[in-house]
């Protein structure tokens, strides 16, 4: 009898988490094809190709070559027998095999430097789809925001349009002025420039979604379901401002990217030493002479060849210092990189104070305004006036509780603004990016 609800339950469960992923895929996919994200991806695999390239270049090479003889003009003795028919035309074939065998490990610095650099360009890919991620969650994060607070807009010139009609009657019946009209009017104009305002800032932002990132209208509500999900979560797992704005800032993945760089510039330092240390190659060569004859002569040889560079006029020691001088250049980027969060995140912290503070004072308006609403109410309605100063009052009164519901999402836009800045906002929206 409670079989088949218990069986419900986690097949409900489980198509939640269905939409949940998939809304996720769709985010980023978003992302992934962001041309700043895209360029990023290239990057990896050109840099793949050239560790690639480096150890081909290292690899076993055979080469086919010709030598040859065709006489154009000569004034010789025949009876000079170096000059006989087969001295003074003839076609040979040469194969040629060479491997270096020994070089104190140029190549393998060499591809070692490019592999950290590959995996730096990885972290770097990290990078960019997060800060791309963080503009797509803003951006519809503050389309949402609009819209709710366009809504609120939209009831508020309503009441304006009916409040002035019933000033207008009252006023033509003799109560109350031409000013009280005036007023309410101005009150409804102040109140279409600032939905129009809010609707142009709201096409602009729908015109980044839709250009950036293919997102049309009909998408927005993925995307914000995913925010939704995200700012539940951070509040589960106590990660929200609240409990995390005190803690010291994270950038692990800048650290690392600037570190692969700088063990990179050190493989470079160390193949360059290599370099002007003695290098070994080995040769077999196979001649067939005369291929225009019977070609029933060759020969087979090999050699192994050592080669000492004895003096480059200092050009080693310019190539050290330019690749020491990046390493210093690296170590100065470290000192301005934790410089740089450190002054991000006090300017966060200070955003985030003001607006704890602003809610809390809007909240006590919103008391103050509704009791004081409530008293005009009271009065309206057994003496026949105060219509317009309720009217202003409960326009105050709306005003502020649009105020209070965008704190939500500007508290929102400030998580997701801490974790990109920490660096994790991939690993707290639990999306995976391509590469």
């Known amino acids: 009898m409670f079989k088949k609800p218990i069986l419900a339950i986690p097949v409900i469960l489980l198509s939640t988490y269905v939409i949940a992923d998939t809304n996720l895929m769709i985010v980023s996919q978003s992302v992934s094809s962001h041309p700043s994200v895209i360029e990023k991806a290239n990057e990896i695999t050109l840099k793949g190709i050239s560790v690639d390239q480096i150890l081909a270049e290292n690899g076993l090479k055979i080469n086919l070559s010709t030598k040859s003889k065709i006489p154009i003009s000569h004034s010789l003795d025949a009876n000079i027998l170096r000059a006989d028919d087969l001295d003074r035309k003839f ?26 650099r590959k995996e730096a360009l990885k972290l770097e890919y990290r ?56 007023q309410a009017q101005l009150s409804l104009l102040d109140l279409q420039t600032e939905a129009q305002t809010l609707k142009e800032e709201r096409l602009a932002k729908v ?41 010291p800032i994270q950038y692990e993945r800048s650290k690392k990217i600037i570190n692969f760089e ?69 170590n100065d980027m470290m000192s301005a990189l934790k410089q740089d969060k450190f002054l991000e995140l006090n300017k966060l912290t200070k955003k985030y104070q003001n607006l704890k503070i602003e809610s809390i004072t809007t909240k006590k308006k919103e008391i103050n305004l509704s009791e004081k609403l409530k008293q005009i109410t009271q009065r309206s309605a057994v003496v026949e006036e105060g219509l317009l100063s309720k009217f202003q009052t409960q326009l105050r009164l709306n005003k502020i509780k649009r105020d209070l519901a965008s704190y939500p999402f500007k508290m929102q836009s400030l998580n997701i603004n801490y974790w990109a800045l920490n660096e994790q906002l991939i690993e707290k929206m639990s999306i995976h990016p391509a590469k």
């Open 262 to 330: 700088k063990s990179a510039l050190s493989s470079q330092i160390k193949s360059l030493k290599s370099e002007n240390m003695p290098q070994l190659n080995a040769s077999i060569t196979g001649v067939i002479y005369d291929l225009t004859r019977k070609a029933d002569e060759h020969e087979i040889y090999g050699g192994i060849n050592l080669t000492v560079p004895l003096f480059d006029s200092g050009l080693s020691k310019v190539k050290k210092r330019g690749l020491m001088y990046r390493i210093k250049v690296q």
């Open 91 to 116: 076609l040979d074939g040469v194969v040629t095999l060479s491997k270096n065998l020994y070089d104190f490990g140029v190549v393998e610095y060499k591809t070692n430097a490019e592999i950290l």
């Open 127 to 182: 990078q960019a789809f997060s800060s791309v991620l963080q503009r797509l969650l803003n951006t519809t994060n503050d389309v949402i925001m609009l819209d709710r607070m366009l809504a609120g807009l939209g009831l508020d010139i309503d009441i304006a349009n009916n409040t002035i009609k019933e000033i207008k009657l009252r006023f033509t019946s003799g109560i109350g002025t031409i000013m009280d009209v005036r």
């Open 207 to 247: 015109a980044i979604l839709k250009n950036e990132f293919g997102i049309q209208n009909a998408d927005l509500n993925i995307v914000n379901q995913a925010i939704v999900k995200f700012g539940q979560r951070l509040i589960n797992n106590k990660q929200s401002l609240e409990f995390t704005i005190s803690d």
